[in-house]
C-alpha cells in the first residue's frame, strides 16, 4: 500500500526557518517525481516545488524561490523540504505528492500545518 | 506561467442532478489536464488525468473531457458522498498550476 506521511510541521516566528519531511512506502520511491504542494487555510492548492527521482531537476513557484530547498534522500524514502526566511503567508497545510508518469498527483500524504505567526 | 480558471466558484446542486464543472487554461494544454476532488480536512483524491481518462477506483459516474484551453468535469448522477471541492490542474508545463476550486454544495 502507498504511504506517504509529512512530519516537521508547527509554530515558527516571522523570519525562521522549518524543516518538513515525507516518509515514503509502499512502492519504490527513487522511480517516481515528487512535490510539495500546500494550502492555506480556506484557500486553494498551490504547487510549491517539484524534485525528479535522481535529484537532476527541481523546479520552485516563484514564490518561495530562493527561499525554500526541496531534496530527497532515495536510501531513506525521504522528501524534504527545507524552509528558510518564512513569512506569514507561508501558513499552510504542506502535502507531499507523488508524480506518476503522464497523470500527475496520484497520492498525497495526509498533509502538516505550518504557522508562521509571531 | 498557464493560469487556471474554474467556474463556477460555488454550485449548489440536488442528489441525481447531473453536474458540471468548467476549467479553461490561459494557454494550451493539450490533454495535460487533472481533476481532484477535496473534502475537508483532507488530501485531495485524484479523479481524471489526461483530461479524460478515469482515475483506479473512481466510480464511473465521474468523466472529463476537452483539450487545448477548455475542460469539463461532470458527474452525472450526483450521490451523496459528491459534495466536495473540485480543482483542475495542468501538468503541461512544470509549474503544476491548480484551479482556485469549486465547491459543490447541497442545494
Known amino acids: 500500500e502507498v504511504q506517504l506521511v509529512e512530519s516537521g510541521g508547527g509554530l515558527v516566528q516571522p523570519g525562521g526557518s522549518l524543516r518538513l519531511s515525507c516518509a515514503a512506502s509502499?512502492?519504490?520511491?527513487?522511480?517516481?517525481?515528487m512535490n510539495w504542494v500546500r494550502q492555506a487555510p480556506g484557500k486553494g492548492l498551490e504547487w510549491v516545488s517539484y524534485?525528479?527521482?535522481?535529484?537532476?531537476?527541481?523546479y520552485y513557484a516563484d514564490s518561495v524561490k530562493g527561499r525554500f530547498t526541496i531534496s530527497r534522500d532515495n536510501a531513506k524514502n525521504s522528501l524534504i523540504l527545507q524552509m528558510n526566511s518564512l513569512r506569514a503567508d507561508d501558513t499552510a497545510v504542506y502535502y507531499c505528492a507523488r508524480d506518476r508518469n503522464g497523470v500527475t498527483f496520484d497520492f498525497w500524504g495526509q498533509g502538516t500545518l505550518v504557522t508562521v505567526s509571531s | 506561467d498557464i493560469q487556471m480558471t474554474q467556474s463556477p466558484s460555488t454550485l449548489s446542486a440536488s442528489v441525481g442532478d447531473r453536474v458540471t464543472i468548467s476549467c479553461r487554461a490561459s494557454q494550451s494544454i493539450s490533454v495535460w489536464l487533472a481533476w481532484y476532488q477535496q473534502k475537508p480536512g483532507k488530501a485531495p483524491k485524484l479523479l481524471i488525468y489526461?483530461?479524460?481518462s478515469l482515475e483506479s477506483g473512481v466510480p464511473s459516474r465521474f468523466s472529463g473531457s476537452g483539450s487545448g484551453t477548455e475542460f469539463t468535469l461532470t458527474i452525472s448522477c450526483l450521490q451523496p458522498d459528491d459534495f466536495a471541492t473540485y480543482y483542475c490542474?495542468?501538468?503541461?508545463?512544470?509549474?503544476?498550476?491548480f484551479g482556485q476550486g469549486t465547491k459543490v454544495e447541497m442545494k
Open positions: 509502499g512502492f519504490t520511491f527513487s522511480s517516481y517525481e
Open positions: 489526461k483530461a479524460s
Open positions: 490542474q495542468q501538468y503541461n508545463t512544470y509549474s503544476r498550476a
Open positions: 524534485i525528479s527521482g535522481t535529484s537532476n531537476t527541481i
